[in-house]
C-alpha cells in the first residue's frame, strides 16, 4: 500500500530565504505526487503536482518540487519565502492505475518568520 | 476560477443523529471523493465516486456512511447515526478526469458531535 511521510512538524525560515519541505513516498509502480497547501479555516489549495516528464516540477506561487525517484522524495522547494507562505503543507501520493484515492502525508506546518 | 463549494461550514449535532454533508463540485468534473481530517492528524480518503456508483472505499466508511449525487449538481455525504469520533473536517474534492487529474478540494465541513 502506498505512503507518504512527512519528517518534519514544523519548519520556520526566515522571510527572504529558501525553504524547504520534506516529502519521502512508498508505492508500487511510479507514483503521482501532489502538494498541496492548507491556509487556517480553508480548503487544500493544490500547489503542483509530478505525472511524468521532468524531474522538476513548477507550480503555483513560486513553489517547485524535485522528484528523486533513487531517494522516493519529492520535497517542495522556494527559492525565497514570504510571511504569506506560512501554511500547512501536504504531500500526498496515488498509485497510477484505477480510480485510486490520495494518500496523505500528516502535514508540515511552515512558518515564515519577517 | 470554478471551485468546489460546501455546506454548511459547520454542524453541530448529538449523537446517534444522521447528518447530511454536501457538497456542489466543479461542474465539468466526473470524479468525486469524500475525504475527512480528524483534529491534528492527516487528511484520509472515505470515499470515491463516478457514473452514479462507488468506486472505491476505506475501511472508514462503513454501513453508518453512505453517499448520494440526487441531482446533476450535489453530492452528498450521509451518516446515518453519529459517533463522537465522526468529529472531523469533512472534505469533498472532485476531478475532471482519473489517473492524472488533480483532485481540487472544497473548504470542508466541520462537523461536531456531542
Known amino acids: 500500500a502506498q505512503s507518504v511521510a512527512q519528517p518534519e512538524d514544523q519548519v520556520n525560515v526566515a522571510e527572504g530565504n529558501p525553504l524547504t519541505v520534506k516529502c519521502t513516498y512508498s508505492v508500487s509502480g511510479n507514483p503521482y505526487l501532489f502538494w498541496y497547501v492548507q491556509y487556517p479555516n480553508r480548503g487544500l489549495q493544490f500547489l503542483l503536482k509530478y505525472i511524468t516528464g521532468d524531474n522538476l516540477v513548477k507550480g503555483s506561487y513560486g513553489f517547485e518540487a524535485e522528484f528523486n525517484k533513487s531517494q522516493t522524495s519529492f520535497h517542495l522547494k522556494k527559492p525565497s519565502a514570504l510571511v504569506s507562505d506560512s501554511a500547512l503543507y501536504f504531500c500526498?501520493?496515488?498509485?497510477?492505475?484505477?480510480?485510486?484515492?490520495?494518500?496523505f502525508g500528516k502535514g508540515t506546518r511552515l512558518s515564515v518568520i519577517a | 476560477e470554478p471551485e468546489v463549494t460546501q455546506t454548511p461550514s459547520h454542524q453541530v449535532t448529538q449523537m446517534g443523529q444522521e447528518v447530511i454533508l454536501r457538497c456542489v463540485p466543479i461542474?465539468?468534473?466526473?470524479?468525486f471523493y469524500w475525504y475527512r481530517q480528524i483534529l491534528g492528524q492527516k487528511v484520509e480518503f472515505l470515499v470515491s465516486f463516478y457514473n452514479n456508483e462507488i468506486s472505491e472505499k476505506s475501511e472508514i466508511f462503513d454501513d453508518q456512511f453512505s453517499v448520494e449525487r440526487p441531482d446533476g449538481s450535489n453530492f452528498t455525504l450521509k451518516i446515518r447515526s453519529t459517533k463522537l469520533e465522526d468529529s472531523a473536517m469533512y472534505f469533498c474534492?472532485?476531478?475532471?478526469?482519473?489517473?492524472?487529474?488533480?483532485?481540487?478540494f472544497g473548504p470542508g465541513t466541520r462537523l461536531t458531535v456531542l
Open positions: 461542474s465539468n468534473h466526473l470524479y
Open positions: 474534492a472532485s476531478a475532471r478526469q482519473t489517473y492524472t487529474d488533480t483532485q481540487y
Open positions: 500526498a501520493v496515488r498509485e497510477p492505475s484505477g480510480n485510486t484515492p490520495l494518500v
